[in-house]
């Protein structure tokens, strides 16, 4: 049987929002009347089309029940443990304790300067921060352990005295046990869960809290000629594998977050189909998260536009994230990206 599947689209916003909602003309988007929609997206293998929401009736009666079961996903309010979905995405300020990282390696490697930069993003309106030990760049080459844990135990040690919600990256369990004592909130694995076998029982057992990851092979291969029969609906079935997998291994508990991982595993044509048509995942019916932060597809879009920071590049590609609902974006520049999504909160959402 032809599989299908459902996206969100042609959104209102702000009053207008409310307004179509009161009407019945539109839907709210993650029980957010700030943002609506009145028309989906039905996609199979082989064909699109749009649908308005009040033709969905019309639909043979197979199809209207899957329409129906994943709308009740699409409008729900996300819940999600210590974190409160709102108007605007909630930020992820990223701290990478590493030699190599694509774009600030080096930089925070030492106590006093990894301190300095979580004091700043708390500061400019981060509600989590991500701390990693290992560079997952492209072609970056695993590194042992307990280098890892060298890297962030002490940096792990001042984040957990801190008022804030700790995001771990990492994707080994040696690591996610050794974190447990330290208050973290969540596990951003960028395998997907993939890469180390234990680590799923490891999450079982302590029910952290934690992010489902799309990336293609590893951090050193991932850019080898990445390729899909659809990237759009192979990362929606890759998803949709992974939280089955998680059912059967009893985690119970709903606080999980998806992550299609721009830039892993993906060259320009998919990164750009998937933030265009990044609303098809919240028919899954869990928190989205985009890391969209200084990456190359920026470049590859502005060609002599390109700049060191990508701020620029960064900022839009947010705003446009935020206007499909994401509910985390995962950022480097805190304080830009923060006043962005204010600035454009209060023109577009009121």
């Not at 369990?173 to 909130?185: A, E, G, M, T």
């Not at 799309?214 to 050193?220: A, Q, V």
């Not at 291994?249 to 299609?260: A, E, R, S």
């Not at 609902?325 to 959402?349: S, T």
């Amino acid at each position: 049987m032809e599989k299908y599947y459902t996206r969100a689209c042609n959104f209102y916003y702000g009053s207008n929002s409310k307004k179509k909602i009161s009407q019945k003309i539109s839907l709210p988007l993650n029980g957010n009347s700030l943002i609506s929609f009145d028309s989906i997206e039905l996609i199979t293998r082989k064909s699109k089309r749009i649908i308005n929401i009040n033709k969905i009736n019309k639909l043979p009666r197979n199809i209207k029940k899957k329409v129906f079961l994943d709308l009740k996903n699409i409008i729900k309010k996300k819940i999600f443990s210590k974190l409160k979905f709102g108007k605007v995405p909630i930020l992820m300020g990223v701290l990478n304790a590493t030699p190599d990282s694509f774009s600030d390696g080096g930089k925070f490697l030492n106590n006093k300067s990894a301190n300095k930069q979580v004091k700043k993003l708390l500061n400019e309106g981060a509600i989590i921060i991500d701390l990693g030990g290992e560079s997952t760049r492209p072609g970056a080459e695993e590194i042992d352990s307990k280098e890892e844990w060298k890297r962030i135990k002490l940096k792990l040690s001042s984040l957990s005295k801190r008022k804030c919600i700790i995001s771990l990256d990492t994707r080994k369990s040696f690591i996610i046990k050794k974190s447990l004592p330290y208050k973290v909130s969540l596990i951003n694995d960028v395998s997907g869960l993939s890469h180390d076998k234990d680590t799923i029982e490891v999450l079982k057992k302590s029910k952290i809290p934690f992010v489902i990851h799309h990336m293609r092979d590893s951090p050193k291969t991932m850019q080898t000629n990445p390729s899909y029969k659809n990237v759009l609906l192979d990362i929606y079935d890759f998803f949709e594998e992974k939280l089955k997998l998680i059912r059967k291994k009893n985690i119970k508990h709903n606080n999980i977050i998806l992550d299609p991982g721009i830039g892993f595993g993906k060259n320009l044509k998919h990164n750009i189909t998937l933030i265009n048509k990044i609303s098809i995942f919240h028919s899954l019916g869990f928190p989205i998260m985009l890391g969209l932060s200084r990456k190359k597809f920026i470049k590859d879009l502005t060609g002599v536009n390109d700049s060191k920071e990508r701020i620029g590049g960064t900022i839009s590609s947010c705003i446009y994230s935020s206007l499909q609902g994401v509910q985390i974006l995962r950022v480097h520049d805190v304080n830009e990206v923060n006043q962005a999504l204010k600035v454009f909160e209060k023109l577009q959402l009121n």
